[in-house]
């Protein structure tokens, strides 16, 4: 009894003094892993973020750019560092759904080797065609396909980035035949979209934006559950092929065993930037919106899309290197 009396008084200093760690936290400079170059969609949230925390706690924020490995090396730093939260992880989707399962031996579990902390934005990839493609609507791109099986090709970013694995889901969810050409990154895909050397790309809106306005590149549906702002009158590729969305997110992470009451205090504290007007059109430039996902509902939806991912990754016979 003596023994039980020990271990539940323990317990109660142990709740206590992580409680008051979080109410002081924090007390010196957090490092914020952003596993992608610099200048990047990533590095672009992870700043604004990082600023603002800065603000709120007076407390220094710095961003770390740790890139390479479809930014595992970073997410492995975070993974692998203590638990106090003076090292978060900013990252996007890349690293956490899509990397893992181009890896034979990924260095760390996406699900389990980090803390969810809060999803903060998304956005949504666009479906484009080279004006010469004759299809207006992604129907008519999709009668075009089946009536000329392996004639037209789609751009991508790179092997295994979500512009092809965007392209792949589409081809799995209508059952057409279209030919992977990667490219190096989204400009040379772009470059040779415009040039009429390959016919369909998947991209961010931003890399395509001002060659869609000059008329050299057709707007054709959105990726994402809905339409968006910058072009409102475009509709989903969901509204003609039921069930389809791929996006691009981004969210913070913590090392696992980071207590609840620290990733409370810092979803507690992202959430309030997230609803702030100068944030939503930063973001909103970049043709991204705030995250409308609550942290308690961030993990199952991580789950839920590294998953999804991971059946397209096999469907489309992509080996893990």
Known sequence: MKATALGCVLCIFSV?????????????????????????????????????????????????????????????????????????????????????????????????????VIMIASAPNVLVVHPSVPARSVKEL???????????????????????????????????????????????????????????LFSALPTVFAQVRAGKLRLVAVTGDKRIAPVIDVPTVAETVPGFESVQWWGMFAPPALSAELSVRLSSEVSKMLVDPELKARFAAEGAESSQISPRDFPAFLKADFEKWGKVVKAAGIRPE
Do not use: C
């Open 16 to 116: 206590a003094a992580s409680s008051a760690l979080a109410q002081n936290y924090p007390v010196r400079p957090i490092r914020v892993i952003a596993p992608f170059p610099p200048g990047g969609g990533t590095d672009l949230f992870a700043r604004t973020i990082a600023q603002k925390l800065s603000a709120a706690w007076g407390q220094q924020v710095v961003v770390d750019n740790r890139s390479g490995a479809g930014g595992m090396i970073g997410s492995e730093m975070v993974a692998k560092a203590a638990p106090d939260g003076y090292t978060l992880l900013i990252t996007s989707s890349s690293s956490h759904v899509i990397s893992p399962h181009l890896s034979r031996k990924p260095p760390y579990d996406a699900l389990n080797d980090f803390v969810p």
């Open 142 to 200: 999709i009668d075009l396909a089946k009536a000329r099986p392996g004639a037209l090709n789609y751009a991508s970013n790179g092997s295994g980035t979500l512009s092809h694995l965007t392209g792949e889901l589409f081809k799995l969810q209508t059952g057409v035949d279209l030919v992977h050409i990667p490219y190096k990154g989204g400009p040379p895909a772009v470059i040779d979209l415009v040039a009429g050397q390959v016919s369909v």
